[in-house]
Nanobody, 129 residues
Framework: QVPLVESGGGLVQAGDSLRLSCASS????????MGWFRQAPGKEREFIGA?????????YYADSMKGRFTISRDNAKNTVYLQMNSLKPEDTAVYYC?????????????????????WGRGTQVTVSS
């Protein structure tokens, strides 16, 4: 099991920055690829990006997310982060953290989220105009 708990969400204004955190109490955190998704009201879940585990700390982002969103991880803290800059009202969504031991950060993260093993419960981000 890989329990995942997101935090850092809240209400911000357009143009602000926000950093989300996802903490895991799993003992093998550094062997999992970690990723972020979001889901806005009335819309499908959307892939943001993913980061590899300790020896493969590379990243893969959805094209639409490149530039304003950055994923990083601190294996010593069992935490993965999502830095979001220049936030827009359309970024309003529930943001979810996910983990998988087999999927490298690559297109299946975006196209086959059904293969991802573990999910957090999400944290709400609201961007006001």
């Amino acid at each position: 099991q890989v329990p995942l708990v997101e935090s850092g969400g809240g209400l911000v204004q357009a143009g602000d920055s926000l950093r989300l955190s996802c903490a895991s109490s799993g003992r093998t955190f550094d062997t999992y690829s970690m990723g972020w998704f979001r889901q806005a009201p009335g819309k499908e879940r959307e892939f943001i990006g993913a980061i590899g585990w300790s020896h493969h700390n590379f990243t893969y982002y959805a094209d639409s997310m490149k530039g304003r969103f950055t994923i990083s991880r601190d294996n010593a803290k069992n935490t993965v982060y999502l830095q979001m800059n220049s936030l827009k009202p359309e970024d309003t969504a529930v943001y979810y953290c996910a983990a998988d031991s087999a999927l490298l950060p690559s297109p299946p993260w975006a196209t086959r989220p059904d293969l991802i093993g573990y999910w957090g419960r999400g944290t709400q981000v609201t961007v006001s105009s």
